[in-house]
C-alpha cells in the first residue's frame, strides 16, 4: 500500500491518542530496506518503509520505456552461487537465461571478455592455451621490482601488457578518473583470466534477468507493507522515529551522524539515456565496454537484449563516470586507507547507536552486489528474530 499522506495521517491519529503502530521504519526502499520488510511482515511485524526518491527499489530500479525494461542505475545482472539466495529471488519473479558476456571495443576493434582465449586468438592470432599463457608468461617480465607499487603494474603482472594497453588501461582511468600508475594495486586483486573458449563473465553457477524488470520484485516483496516515497529521512527524522520501535537504516553512515568524522568518498555515474527510432539492434549485446582513453564513457547498455527483445525501436544508455560531489548518486566506495578508517570510526558509532540497524551498501560503505546485499539483509533478519 502506498500512504502518501501519512503525516497527516498519523497527526491526526496521535491527537485522538492513538497508539503508533509500526515494529519497523525502513529508511531505503531499496534490496536490502525491502527484504528486511518483507521478511518482518512475514513475522507479523509492522513495517513502514521511506524513500527520499520517487519510485522503490533503489538502484536495481527498471522503468518499461517503448517496451523495453531499461535499468535506470546501470546494468543490473543476477548472479550467485548459492542455491538458497536463487531459490529466494525466484520466489519473486521468473528469470531468464541471458547470460553476461559483455565485449571491449576499443578504437573499433572488438574483443571478448572476460579474458579468454577468444580474446587471445583475436589480440596474438594463438590458437592453445599454452600458447596463450606463453604469450602473457614473456610479457610479465617487463615488471623487473620486486614490490607491486600501483595498479598498472599490478595488472600487467597479472595479464602482460597488450592486454594491459588495450582493455584495461584507458576503461580503469576513466573509471577512477586518474592515471593507472597512480592508482593503488589494490584495485584489481583479481582478474578474470580463462584459459578457455568461455565468453561467460561469471563463474557463478546461477545467473539472469528477471522477466518484467526488477521493480516488479521489489514490488512483490513490498505487498501489504506501507510505503512513502519522496521522503527525506533527514527532513522528519525526530517525527518519523516516534512511529516505530526500530529503525532499519540503509541510507549513508556518515551521513546519520551528520559526518562528524568527516564525509567519506565514492565515484559517481552519469546515465545518458537515449530512444534510437532508427534501428532496431544498434550494438548487437547488452554490454559493450569502450576501453580507449578517448570515449568519454565507459560503456554503452542496449537493454533489450537482456531480454532477448524484438521491439522494432531500441533504448541505450551511456555511462560516465564521474567524480562524486553531494549533489550526485554515490556508487561506488572508495575503499582507500583513508576512507576506510573513517568508516571503522561511523562503525563504533553506529554499533552502540540504540534500536537502529545498520545494512545495505551505504551503510556498511561497501560494494554489494545483489545476492550478496539479499543474504547480508537475510542473514541480519535471523540475528533480529534469532
Ligand atoms: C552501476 C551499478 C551496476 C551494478 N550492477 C550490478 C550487477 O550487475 N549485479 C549485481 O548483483 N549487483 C549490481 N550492482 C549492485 C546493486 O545495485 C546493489 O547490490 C544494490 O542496489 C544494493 O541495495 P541497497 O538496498 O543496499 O542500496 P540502494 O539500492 O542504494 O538502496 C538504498 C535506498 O535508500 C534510499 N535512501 C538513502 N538515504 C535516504 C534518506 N536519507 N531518506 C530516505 N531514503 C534514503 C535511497 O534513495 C535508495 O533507494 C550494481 C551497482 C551499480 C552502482
Not at 200 to 223: A, H, S, V
Not at 229 to 255: C, P, S, W
Given at each position: 500500500m502506498l500512504v502518501k499522506n501519512l503525516y497527516n495521517y498519523y497527526s491526526t491519529k496521535q491527537q485522538k491518542g492513538d497508539v503508533i503502530v509500526y515494529d519497523y521504519l525502513i529508511v531505503g526502499a531499496g534490496l536490502f530496506g525491502s527484504t528486511f520488510a518483507h521478511e518482518a511482515h512475514k513475522r507479523d511485524k509492522k513495517c513502514l518503509v521511506i524513500d527520499k526518491?520517487?519510485?522503490?527499489?533503489?538502484?536495481?530500479y527498471t522503468e518499461e520505456i517503448e517496451g523495453i525494461q531499461v535499468h535506470k542505475y546501470g546494468a543490473h545482472i543476477f548472479h550467485t552461487n548459492s542455491k538458497k539466495i536463487w531459490d529466494y529471488i525466484n520466489q519473486f519473479a521468473e528469470f531468464n537465461r541471458y547470460t553476461n558476456s559483455p565485449v571491449a571495443n576499443y578504437r573499433g576493434e572488438i574483443y571478448n571478455l572476460p579474458f579468454n582465449m577468444n580474446t587471445f586468438n583475436k589480440l596474438w592470432g594463438v590458437s592453445t592455451p599454452q600458447q596463450a599463457k606463453e604469450k602473457i608468461e614473456e610479457q610479465k617480465k617487463t615488471i623487473t621490482g620486486s614490490t607491486i607499487t600501483n595498479l598498472e603494474e599490478q595488472a600487467i603482472s597479472i595479464v602482460g601488457t597488450d592486454i594491459y594497453e588495450k582493455l584495461i588501461k584507458g576503461y580503469t582511468e576513466k573509471q577512477w578518473g586518474r592515471p593507472a600508475n597512480e592508482l593503488p594495486a589494490f584495485i584489481i586483486k583479481r582478474l578474470p583470466v580463462?584459459?578457455?573458449?568461455?565468453?561467460?563473465?561469471?563463474?557463478?553457477?546461477y545467473q539472469g534477468i528477471p522477466i518484467g524488470g526488477y521493480t516488479k520484485i521489489i514490488e512483490k516483496m513490498l505487498n501489504g507493507i506501507d510505503v512513502q516515497l519522496n521522503t527525506d529521512y533527514f527532513d522528519h527524522k525526530e517525527k518519523l522515529d516516534r512511529l516505530a520501535d526500530k529503525v532499519v537504516y540503509t541510507g549513508m553512515i556518515d551521513q546519520y551522524f551528520q559526518y562528524c568524522y568527516g564525509r567519506l568518498e565514492y565515484r559517481s555515474l552519469h546515465f545518458d539515456t537515449k530512444i534510437l527510432?532508427?534501428?532496431?539492434?544498434?550494438?548487437?549485446?547488452?554490454v559493450v565496454n569502450y576501453t580507449d582513453d578517448i570515449t568519454p564513457f565507459t560503456r554503452i547498455i542496449e537493454h533489450k537484449h537482456f531480454e532477448f527483445g524484438t521491439q522494432e525501436h531500441t533504448v541505450i544508455t551511456e555511462e560516465y563516470p564521474k567524480e562524486w560531489t553531494v549533489?550526485?548518486?554515490?556508487?561506488?566506495?572508495?575503499?582507500n586507507s583513508k576512507n576506510t578508517e573513517m568508516y571503522k570510526q561511523y562503525k563504533e558509532l553506529a554499533d552502540i547507536e540504540e534500536n537502529v540497524i545498520f545494512g545495505g551498501r551505504l551503510a556498511t560503505y561497501k560494494y554489494y552486489d545483489m545476492h550478496q546485499v539479499i543474504g547480508a539483509a537475510l542473514a541480519t533478519i535471523d540475528k533480529e528474530f534469532s
Amino acid at each position: 500500500m502506498l500512504v502518501k499522506n501519512l503525516y497527516n495521517y498519523y497527526s491526526t491519529k496521535q491527537q485522538k491518542g492513538d497508539v503508533i503502530v509500526y515494529d519497523y521504519l525502513i529508511v531505503g526502499a531499496g534490496l536490502f530496506g525491502s527484504t528486511f520488510a518483507h521478511e518482518a511482515h512475514k513475522r507479523d511485524k509492522k513495517c513502514l518503509v521511506i524513500d527520499k526518491r520517487d519510485h522503490i527499489a533503489g538502484n536495481v530500479y527498471t522503468e518499461e520505456i517503448e517496451g523495453i525494461q531499461v535499468h535506470k542505475y546501470g546494468a543490473h545482472i543476477f548472479h550467485t552461487n548459492s542455491k538458497k539466495i536463487w531459490d529466494y529471488i525466484n520466489q519473486f519473479a521468473e528469470f531468464n537465461r541471458y547470460t553476461n558476456s559483455p565485449v571491449a571495443n576499443y578504437r573499433g576493434e572488438i574483443y571478448n571478455l572476460p579474458f579468454n582465449m577468444n580474446t587471445f586468438n583475436k589480440l596474438w592470432g594463438v590458437s592453445t592455451p599454452q600458447q596463450a599463457k606463453e604469450k602473457i608468461e614473456e610479457q610479465k617480465k617487463t615488471i623487473t621490482g620486486s614490490t607491486i607499487t600501483n595498479l598498472e603494474e599490478q595488472a600487467i603482472s597479472i595479464v602482460g601488457t597488450d592486454i594491459y594497453e588495450k582493455l584495461i588501461k584507458g576503461y580503469t582511468e576513466k573509471q577512477w578518473g586518474r592515471p593507472a600508475n597512480e592508482l593503488p594495486a589494490f584495485i584489481i586483486k583479481r582478474l578474470p583470466v580463462r584459459f578457455t573458449y568461455d565468453n561467460n563473465y561469471f563463474n557463478d553457477r546461477y545467473q539472469g534477468i528477471p522477466i518484467g524488470g526488477y521493480t516488479k520484485i521489489i514490488e512483490k516483496m513490498l505487498n501489504g507493507i506501507d510505503v512513502q516515497l519522496n521522503t527525506d529521512y533527514f527532513d522528519h527524522k525526530e517525527k518519523l522515529d516516534r512511529l516505530a520501535d526500530k529503525v532499519v537504516y540503509t541510507g549513508m553512515i556518515d551521513q546519520y551522524f551528520q559526518y562528524c568524522y568527516g564525509r567519506l568518498e565514492y565515484r559517481s555515474l552519469h546515465f545518458d539515456t537515449k530512444i534510437l527510432d532508427d534501428t532496431d539492434n544498434f550494438q548487437g549485446n547488452a554490454v559493450v565496454n569502450y576501453t580507449d582513453d578517448i570515449t568519454p564513457f565507459t560503456r554503452i547498455i542496449e537493454h533489450k537484449h537482456f531480454e532477448f527483445g524484438t521491439q522494432e525501436h531500441t533504448v541505450i544508455t551511456e555511462e560516465y563516470p564521474k567524480e562524486w560531489t553531494v549533489d550526485d548518486e554515490p556508487y561506488y566506495p572508495i575503499n582507500n586507507s583513508k576512507n576506510t578508517e573513517m568508516y571503522k570510526q561511523y562503525k563504533e558509532l553506529a554499533d552502540i547507536e540504540e534500536n537502529v540497524i545498520f545494512g545495505g551498501r551505504l551503510a556498511t560503505y561497501k560494494y554489494y552486489d545483489m545476492h550478496q546485499v539479499i543474504g547480508a539483509a537475510l542473514a541480519t533478519i535471523d540475528k533480529e528474530f534469532s
